[in-house]
């Protein structure tokens, strides 16, 4: 099941980034994806699927968007230089 959201934007929002509205509607879809697995809410799996695309293609937009694949919290971080510390 698909759910259909409307959106209303100026007419001259597609003229300034040169593209078409459904261009842009799948632009928008893809850049709000990107951002939910950047902060942590999808995984590259589900973040692939709601995009409709495989987990390759996945990998090449976060290239795109400049998001590292390689999604660490700060805790993991601090517990990697914890480890890293105690084997000095």
């Not at 893809?30 to 697995?37: E, L, M």
């Amino acid at each position: 099941m698909t759910v259909q959201i409307t959106m209303d934007f100026p007419e001259s929002t597609f003229s300034v980034l040169k593209s078409s509205p459904e261009n842009f509607a799948n632009e928008m879809k893809q850049a709000a994806i990107v951002k939910w697995y950047e902060m942590g809410i999808l995984s590259q799996s589900k973040a692939s699927e709601i995009a409709g695309i495989s987990r390759q293609e996945f990998l090449e937009l976060l290239n795109r968007f400049q998001v590292s694949p390689f999604q660490v919290s700060e805790e993991e971080l601090k517990s990697n230089e914890n480890l890293k510390g105690g084997r000095r």
